[in-house]
């Protein structure tokens, strides 16, 4: 695990992507590529020892579904449309 020191506090970059996790856009198809993204409160100091507690009772916010190629959050019309693959001002 690696920490990295920023202005506004701490980074920790827990693991990396690997390249076929999430794939590059392919404007043929125009698929979205749906993800969640969910807060959790943690005790860093738990947290480092491998205790991670995210559990329903830590859980703070959890975002609407958004495309990771367009930056477009779900919605029934969105999903029947081809992603365009960079987020746009529509």
Same mark, same amino acid.
């Given at each position: *695990?690696? +920490?990295?020191? &920023?202005?506004? /506090?701490? *980074?920790?970059?827990? =693991? &990396?992507? &690997?390249? @076929?996790?999430?794939?590059?856009?392919?404007? $043929?198809?125009?698929?979205?590529?749906?993800? +969640? +993204?969910?807060?959790? @409160?943690?005790?860093? %100091?738990?947290? #480092?020892?491998?205790?991670?507690? %995210?559990?329903?009772?830590?859980? #703070?916010?959890?975002?609407?579904?958004? !495309?990771?190629? !367009?930056? $477009?959050? =779900?919605?029934?019309? #969105?999903? @029947?449309? $081809? !992603? @365009?693959? /960079?987020?746009?001002?529509?």
């Amino acid at each position: *695990m690696t +920490i990295i020191p &920023k202005p506004t /506090g701490f *980074m920790q970059e827990l =693991y &990396k992507f &690997k390249d @076929k996790e999430i794939p590059e856009f392919d404007p $043929r198809t125009g698929d979205h590529y749906w993800h +969640i +993204i969910a807060n959790w @409160k943690v005790d860093p %100091l738990v947290w #480092l020892k491998g205790d991670s507690h %995210l559990d329903s009772e830590n859980l #703070l916010t959890i975002t609407a579904p958004c !495309c990771y190629y !367009c930056e $477009r959050f =779900y919605t029934p019309l #969105l999903a @029947k449309r $081809r !992603c @365009k693959g /960079g987020a746009t001002s529509e």
